[in-house]
């Protein structure tokens, strides 16, 4: 099992695929025993893809003590140390967008170009759904809750409508945690949420100097349109690409992963 332990942490990481090296950073809850994963996309055929889960999450250590946005961006700094990298791509999605904003403020030199995937920047620029406010509702009750904020699309009137396809979606998105029983797992979330609640990088945005594309579904509840333009606007020269899709554009629209891999060759 690779592990690195780095000065302020143990992280549980993973590599595979040749190519230039890029840094995957994941969402809410990332954990790389879910499946399939960033490993089984063709990123992991273009590129030298490393990946892990983040402090608190998965088989990563889990300290019981506030976690900042400036800890995870010294995490992945940390980890491409470990792996011998001065330097990489990275593409952040959701939260992991959140944390790679912070390592390219924090880390210029180690970012040669991001890709800020369903992200936000916070503050004034405009935040992402505010999870830790429906850390309460497990279940049907919070799968019900998220499904039209995930893609705007699946509204009431379009549940009622396609009934097969709601149910199945409910049963997917409900689906119970196998690893909820371990230990610090539901503490581990509840501080990458804590983090995640106070994110705010606008107003160091501008000073981001490499190439950035900011990739956007055009029906994401969570990571808002208007949020990705204001964030595009903010940031100098970024390139702000549209996928047919919600929160989840990345799967649902198959044009997206071919153009943020190539915006990452360069």
């Not at 040669?112 to 429906?134: D, K, M, N």
């Not at 039209?148 to 009431?156: F, L």
């Amino acid at each position: 099992m690779p592990t690195a332990k780095l000065p302020h942490i143990e992280l549980y990481y993973e590599r595979a695929g040749e190519g230039p090296p890029l840094l995957f950073i994941s969402g809410t809850g990332g954990d790389l025993r879910n499946k399939p994963n960033v490993f089984d996309g063709p990123l992991a055929q273009t590129f030298d893809l490393l990946a892990y889960d983040q402090r608190g999450l998965g088989r990563s250590e889990k300290p019981d003590h506030p976690y900042s946005m400036a800890d995870y961006a010294d995490d992945a700094a940390a980890l491409m140390d470990h792996v011998g990298w001065p330097s990489a791509r990275v593409i952040g999605v959701s939260f992991g967008g959140m944390v790679a904003q912070e390592l390219v403020l924090r880390h210029p030199a180690r970012v040669e170009r991001l890709v800020l995937a369903c992200t936000s920047p916070g503050g004034a620029g405009g935040a992402s759904f505010p999870f830790h406010e429906i850390e309460h509702l497990t279940g049907e009750a919070r799968a019900k809750h998220l499904i039209p904020v995930s893609d705007t699309r699946r509204d009431a009137a379009w549940a009622a409508g396609h009934p097969e396809a709601y149910a199945q979606l409910l049963a997917m998105t409900a689906a119970p945690d196998r690893y909820a029983g371990e230990p610090g797992r539901a503490m581990g979330a509840r501080r990458q949420l804590e983090a995640r609640a106070g994110h705010d990088t606008w107003e160091r945005l501008s000073r981001i100097a490499c190439p950035v594309m900011i990739a956007a579904g055009r029906f994401d509840g969570i990571a808002l349109p208007a949020t990705q333009e204001r964030m595009a606007a903010r940031i100098p020269g970024a390139e702000l690409r549209w996928f047919d899709g919600g929160h989840m554009f990345m799967i649902q629209d198959r044009a997206a992963n071919a153009a943020i891999a190539a915006f990452l060759r360069g």
